[in-house]
């Protein structure tokens, strides 16, 4: 069920805008922007590395403090594979992560989302995202092709 948003129209003019705005206010530690290229629809889903599905704008607004209240995440989407229809987008991304370990001593990790947005009236917008652990072998193509300029 959709419920009345106070989003200005045509907010986000493609999924890859919008895709773009997620993983910027992720940049930004900015839950607000981030929670405003998510639907205003009850039964969003989204799933992080190793955690439980979770369901509806609460639930996922509640993770995304959580992740967000150290600071910025760093993620940078990679090896982006779309199917776009009129209505209707899946992104399939390996995220490259910076994880802050020992002080000093940041580390990379790898991660694979699928990211599904939808037309609305207020432009596009995330009904899920579902992410998992990378493996050795996405790590070691993302990291192969990113010597290449683009």
Known sequence: MQ???SRPAGLQSSAEAAESAFYEALQQADVDALMR?????????CVHPGG????GTAAIRASFEQLLAAGPVRITPERVLRTVTL???????VERVLVQGDPGEPRLAF????????????G???????ASPGTVQEAA?????????H
């Open 141 to 149: 193509e993302v990291m192969a092709t990113s010597e290449r300029l």
């Open 3 to 5: 419920r009345a948003t």
């Open 87 to 93: 209505g209707g987008a899946v992104h399939n991304v």
């Open 52 to 55: 439980p599905r979770l369901v």
């Open 37 to 45: 290229v998510w639907a205003d629809e009850d039964d969003l889903v």
């Open 124 to 130: 596009w917008r995330l009904v899920l995202h579902h």
């Open 111 to 122: 991660v694979l989302a699928t990211n599904v947005y939808v037309k609305t009236p207020d």
